[in-house]
């Protein structure tokens, strides 16, 4: 297998990464997935990506419940936050309350005490940008998260993060999953 860096960071990851959308906790069973992530890891897969709102959070609790098999520090986990979760009005987006608790909700349905990488699954137009970053940049000082990502961000919206994160010193934004 092939690792490369996560950005320019200097965590390495497979150049293959396994996902678990639209499959974990909903069209492949429990022992289905753990065997297939199993096997992922077998042949140096150590990059496993979900999201809290893939199947309400089941694909979360499968993916917890497979790696935990293994040694926590052997593999880099990615998850993200963004879509509803609930039906009250702060159930979804990026705001800070939001951010948090699906944070903490993530941990505890994959059985982890930090995320390796923490991803804004869009961009929230409702929130101050300010906002976001501070919120992951607190994460990751209190040690849940180590890394910080976006996924489905445009350039501009990635450019006007960094340089917001740089300006108000704040961790950077290490990768966009497309």
Known sequence: MQYRHLGRAGVRVSSIALGSWLTYGSSVGEESAIQCIHKAYDIGINFFDTANVYNQGAAEKVVGRALKDFSRDSFVLATKVYFPMGEGPNDRGLSRKHIM????????????????????????????LEEVLRALDDLVTQGKVLYVGVSEWSATQIADAVYTARELNLDRIVSNQP
């Open 101 to 128: 608790e699906q944070c903490h909700a993530s941990l505890r349905r994959l059985g982890t005490d930090y995320i390796d990488l923490y991803q804004c699954h869009r961009y929230d137009p409702e929130t101050p």
